[in-house]
């Protein structure tokens, strides 16, 4: 008999999970038992990958099923799929995160110790120096239901810039992809969240430059399904913590910027409350964007 008799499907799985993820197929049907783990795109897929598997592996290893990793082309697809209830396990941001709870059946258990927060960025060698500088110019954003677009654009319509008019639109589909579209000057600014900032390699951040920021938020916060027994939900919250305390946790915590993981407070979501409705008044049939 050939030697691959002797990999296990669960580890099979976890070895193929990112090829998996990248090529949008769910491992989900090739197994059974397994839990689903969702992590909303607001990075590429690479990096994606690079950030989160190592939590789905030990979160596999400490509850002994297969946890696959799991996202969404877009912010739509995501949200779409967590109202459906497709996630066992859910890392969301602020908003979403909201209409999971109040929407989806997920219950919200833990949050990043980092606040949430949009930046506008530049590239450093640029003119620009304020919002109002953009006038005519093209920025890119990662999604327009993203929180720190939502907010943003409000920063940006004090500065008399309206998106579409004052300013050209580009639409890149994550927050890694917006900072690349200005650290290789295909716009001339661009919107990201902090933690993706965060993760972007030393030498793009430091070609880039900071001219406006959103204010503080509750950050991205893990859920998880109702369908998930309370017994099952503080197995899936000790092991978040316990990766976090090791020392591949520590590694991860520094490359994300996310300061560590809490219990998220009684009525901290209600902060983003009003982002989460102006989410939902863009996905009217006949709302604008």
Partial sequence: MPMVRHITVRAFLRAIAPLLFLAGISPSSLA?????????????????????????????????????????????AFHSRTLKGEYDLLLTAPHLSWLAWKEGGYRPVLTYVEPARGY?????????????????????????????????????????????????????GSHTNAATYVNQAQADAAVVGVLAFLRLP????????????????PSHVFLVHSRVSPTHERAIVGAIRQFISSEAGQTFLQKGGFGGVRTLRKGELKAVESDAKELKRRLQPDAGM
């Fill in 32 to 76: 059974h038992g397994e839990l689903k783990f969702g992590v909303f795109p607001n990075l590429s897929a690479r990096v994606m990958v690079e950030t989160y598997q190592p939590l789905a592996g030990f979160l596999s290893d400490s509850l002994k099923r297969p946890v696959n990793l799991e996202s969404a082309p877009d912010f739509l």
């Fill in 120 to 172: 506008l960025i530049v590239r450093a060698d640029s003119p620009y120096q304020v919002p109002s500088d953009l006038r005519g110019k093209i920025i890119a954003m990662p999604d327009p239901l993203a929180v720190v677009n939502i907010r943003m654009e409000k920063i940006l319509e004090k500065a008399g810039l309206r998106l579409g008019q004052e300013l050209t639109v580009v639409e890149t």
């Fill in 202 to 217: 030393k030498e793009v951040r430091d070609n880039l430059r900071i001219i406006a920021e959103t204010q503080a938020m």
